[in-house]
């Protein structure tokens, strides 16, 4: 008879709690359910998974600690950590994105806002829409607001965004909300006269900056003029401003983030370099994404994910360096994960939890007054699509809106305990996906994420980020620690007398 | 003429029909028989290329139809 | 064990790609789903050869298919139906946190109905299914009870 060889013991069952593990810098990271990790040898992780783990040696206390043994688990802690992840569930939309028009008086060969031309004014939102944009967005149930002014470029629209902050002030009188406002802006319509306004009435900043000039202006083409010089130049301007205000200049600022292109990833440094230069203290290297003119010059733009995640390692062992050295500037997507993985906290970045932020987390509204699940969803709005076309301002109300089939699907696809690979990946808690990225690129809501480009990015950050933490190197702990902690901008809160 | 066949245990005989009823009017003759386990329709437009669009739609819309039925 | 080639069969006369997908390993449910994500991009058909077996003939719907294109459209199905049975899978075994997670979210988001809501809510005479009778007068069940024996007990007299 054939004697079998018996390749492994049989893995205790009853020793460890779920847990889900993936091999990371030659290390075992493991993590549980409530988003606790440990990073284990091969052989702490073999004695580990057998259940071979003596009590009172420094490895059980390590596991028991982060509730990986059994005969340990709290589950009241891990209640607590659940709770703390989900707490974004509690309420609905904070972010509403208002398209105040698609005129736009710049050329981004990656636009995925397909702006229109200067003359194209029936893009304006008209006075009455933005009213009822307003009146929709205070019924939502979530105590923050934030109002995202976005285009085109929403400078051209520069009195309905006044009309709309004002409104919304009104309305705050009686709601009583931690309402805020931003814009994303490229700068290069911005004046004294507007900035005082903005400035005064507290309106945050933010705008795109690809990198030193050739690059930018490369990219973003502004007719009879630089692109890169004009949006540097206010960056620097309103950096001032707020100086001249007193207010803390490591926590005001113009926020810039950048999309990275296919000519950006060999300039990983320049990059850096030039956030660093106009005082920016964050940096979000965003990829390109498959929408608006994206995608018809995804030739030109695009690239694989490796090379982005090649690109994205370079850039922010570049800044880990530079803060080592003194220099503070964070990376944004590193943050948001670092949040979650180190401080056991949701940032509610809308695009990266589970559900996803689509419809319950923002919703936007076009300059017509379509209201739409997401930015990404009004994207595919002006590509053709309306699958996440979800009412009109004034007709539609906050419930049904909130109750849409559509909204219930993209909670139900962008749920990770319902995705496939998501399920039994590591990085479920702390990971999201995109419904309508998956719509886009895949035909289905649900998505493959084998095949997901967003997926890839993921990841790969991630696993860069656990490899880091790995290297047990004290100073990378301490700046990742430094990237997590989140101080309140409460000068711009409008309920604040500050 | 091109023939497709609708599998009874895979798609329903209403759904077969309202693919067929809209569109009809972009086809010379659809055609409907029965089989005991299919649902049959022949089609006919005015030049191959345009039948095969036709018959191609018609077993799209019975599949969305039947799955959207079926949820 | 079989290879994409063999399960997949091209007819390039026809500009289609067809698989055979054996029953026992993909759900109906699964199929379905993955044709209807392929409904954009292709003409889809569904046969059955034989009781343990389905069909799906992929066809390409405008011009001549760049080489390697239909097998490529046949690989891209093959993963999607085994997305769609395994999410099935999943959706069974994690219903109740998928269910719990939903409604949290959903409910948080509407937040609790106002007097208006509440008007147009229809509260029909059946309120709920009640398959113990637990909302049913006395009367109601054993009055039907009885007429019910009595009805049966003139049909076996006949």
Known sequence: ??????????????????????DVGGKVLVTNTEGEFLLLTPDEFASFARGDVAKGTPLYTRL?????????????????????????????????????????????????ASRA??????????????????????ATTSPDVTIEFQGGEPLVAFDTVKRIVERARQKNETAGKRLEFTMV??????????????????????????????????QRKLVGGSAHAAATKWIRRINEAYVAMGLDPTLYHVEALLTTTRDALPRWKEIVDTYVDLGCRALFLRPVDPFGFADRTAPRVEYPRAEYLDFYRSAVDYMIDLNKRGVEILERFAAIFLTKILAGEDPNFLDVRSPCGAGIGQIAYNYDGKIFTCDEGRMLH?????????????????????????????????????????VNCTYQPYCGVCPVHNHKTQGSIFGRMRESSLCAVHKGIQDYLFERIGADDPEILRVFSQWTTVRDRVHFLQTCNV | MIELRFHRDLYRGESVDAAAKALAPYATTIDRAEEPAHWVLRVTASNPERERRVAGEIANRALGITVRGAG | MSSLSEIASV????????LTVDASLYP??????????????????????DAAHVRVTLSWKKGEPPEGALVAMAGEFANELLSCAWRAKIAEESRAVIESTTARALSGAMGAPSLDDLEKFEFGDEAFEDPLGIAMSWEEKYGKNKKAAEEKKEEAGK
């Open chain 1, 64 to 112: 028991a600690e982060r509730n990986f043994v059994r005969a340990e688990a709290s589950s009241d802690r891990m209640l607590q950590r659940l709770r703390a992840r989900k707490r974004f569930l509690s309420w609905g939309p904070n972010l509403h994105i208002v398209v105040v028009t698609l005129r736009c008086n710049e050329t981004c060969v990656y636009c995925h």
């Open chain 1, 382 to 422: 002006e590509m053709g699509d309306d699958a996440f076309l979800l009412g009109q301002v004034g007709e539609t109300r906050y419930r049904d809106v909130m109750s849409h089939e559509t909204v219930r699907a993209l909670a139900i696809a962008s749920n990770l305990d319902a995705q496939p690979d998501c």
């Open chain 1, 1 to 22: 008879m054939t004697q079998l060889v018996q390749l492994r013991k049989q893995l205790s069952s009853s020793f460890a709690m779920p847990f889900k593990h993936r």
């Open chain 1, 117 to 138: 031309d200067m003359g194209a004014t029936h893009t304006d939102m008209t006075p009455e829409v933005a009213d009822a944009t307003v009146d929709q967005i205070f």
């Open chain 3, 28 to 49: 109906l449910g699964a199929v379905y789903g993955a044709a209807y994500v392929f409904l954009d991009r292709c003409y889809v058909l569904l046969d059955k050869p």
């Open chain 3, 11 to 18: 007819d390039a006369a026809q500009r289609s790609v067809a």
């Open chain 1, 185 to 218: 802006s490229n700068l290069s319509l911005m004046d004294e006269e507007k900035l005082a306004w903005l400035v005064e009435n507290k309106v945050q900043l933010c705008t795109s900056v690809d990198g030193p000039e050739h690059l930018h202006d490369k």
